[in-house]
């Protein structure tokens, strides 16, 4: 089964500085696909950034770069130029294929990002 | 085009009653997800649906049912409500079965009293 790790549950940085969450995970997949999504208090989950296990280089999507280290098994984000506007919930999440071809998500348990000025 | 939604956004159920939750997938989009995600915690795959069927589920039991419809929406179904099943849950549409991305919809808060 497989399993994603957040150890962070709060996280503060300065506006305009740059913040790493932490993200670990567990599969025996040679194939897989990680996420990190933003969920603000409305609920809503926002997608940010998707990294292939087969994807040579780590993905960036403006502000949000993704550190991949696959032989560690973490899948670090990197929000650059902090902004108010980023205070949110940051999750985690695995892609798991099912036979029948479709597909979940698992999450992780998220970490609560404020950002200060 | 229209995002994924759902509603109601808030509900208050007793122990024991039953509760349908219902969630419109976006435009041209034939899989819908349900998730549940309790008070501090990431949130939970409860069952795909792709045209009209349920191609994948997770550790819930059989009290948590769903249909999908030809126009693809989605209900979730819950019956004989427990305390623990208060949540916020999530739907989430694709284009297909396999397609990587999934969209949410801002949820419905369901609390049982």
């Known amino acids: 089964a497989q399993k994603i790790t957040q150890t962070q549950p709060g996280m503060f940085v300065q506006e305009k500085e740059a913040v790493t969450l932490d993200c670990t995970y567990d599969?025996?997949?040679?194939?897989?696909?990680l996420f990190w999504y933003k969920q603000p208090s409305s609920g809503e989950m926002i997608f940010l950034i998707y990294?292939?296990?087969?994807?040579?280089q780590n993905a960036t999507e403006g502000r949000y770069s993704l550190n991949f280290q696959k032989a560690r098994k973490s899948a670090n984000l990197v929000i650059s130029a902090s902004q108010l506007g980023d205070s949110a919930m940051y999750f985690c999440?695995?892609?798991?294929?099912?036979?029948?071809?479709?597909?979940?998500?698992?999450f992780g348990t998220g970490t609560q990002l404020k950002v200060e000025l | 085009e229209t995002g994924v939604t759902q509603s109601p956004t808030h509900l208050i159920k007793t122990r024991g009653q039953q509760v349908t939750l219902r969630c419109s997938s976006q435009?041209?989009?034939?899989?819908v997800s349900w998730y549940q995600q309790a008070l501090g915690q990431g949130p939970q795959f409860i069952f795909q649906?792709?045209?009209?069927?349920?191609?994948g589920r997770g550790n819930f039991p059989p009290r948590f049912s769903g249909l999908q419809f030809p126009n693809y929406s989605s209900e979730l179904n819950v019956n004989a409500l427990e305390l623990d099943d208060s949540a916020l849950y999530l739907c989430?549409?694709?284009?297909?079965?396999?397609?990587?991305?999934?969209?949410f919809g801002p949820g419905t808060r369901l609390t049982v009293t």
């Open positions: 599969t025996s997949d040679q194939s897989y696909g």
């Open positions: 990294q292939g296990s087969y994807d040579e």
């Open positions: 649906y792709y045209r009209e069927e349920e191609n």
């Open positions: 999440a695995m892609r798991e294929i099912f036979t029948g071809g479709g597909n979940k998500l698992t």
């Open positions: 989430a549409s694709s284009q297909t079965s396999g397609s990587r991305e999934q969209y």
């Open positions: 435009s041209g989009h034939n899989t």
